[in-house]
Nanobody, 124 residues
Framework: QVQLVESGGGLVQTGGSLRLSCQAS????????MGWFRQAPGLGREFVTA????????RYTPSVKGRFAISRDNTLNTVYLQMNSLKPDDTAVYYC?????????????????WGQGTQVTVSS
């Protein structure tokens, strides 16, 4: 049974930082591109960032570029999201996702596995 378990969410003030982690089990972790999506209240789930299986390629949505950093450790089956300079617009449930190894272009249409989500709230 595949499980993606996120942790590290919480409440932070504008300008603060959080680090999310996603521990994967039940899958061959290095066979997947890993990513993060987020969903704000009343909105659809949107792509945030992705990292290739060998960590050589990353992709970010423009609104987080320069503030967020994705990384992974294939020995620990874990993907991370370091979020700096947080803004109220970053408030959302953040979801870990596993997608096809062949691409870092992830969308809700090509995700194989989802985590349960972790809440990030940025106060103004």
């Amino acid at each position: 049974q595949v499980q993606l378990v996120e942790s590290g969410g919480g409440l932070v003030q504008t300008g603060g930082s959080l680090r999310l982690s996603c521990q994967a089990s039940g899958l061959s972790f290095s066979d997947y591109t890993m990513g993060w999506f987020r969903q704000a209240p009343g909105l659809g789930r949107e792509f945030v960032t992705a990292i290739s299986w060998h960590s050589t390629t990353t992709r970010y949505t423009p609104s987080v570029k320069g503030r967020f950093a994705i990384s992974r450790d294939n020995t620990l089956n874990t993907v991370y999201l370091q979020m700096n300079s947080l803004k109220p617009d970053d408030t959302a449930v953040y979801y870990c996702a596993a997608g096809p190894k062949s691409t870092v272009v992830l969308s809700t249409a090509n995700i194989d596995y989802w985590g349960q989500g972790t809440q990030v709230t940025v106060s103004s």
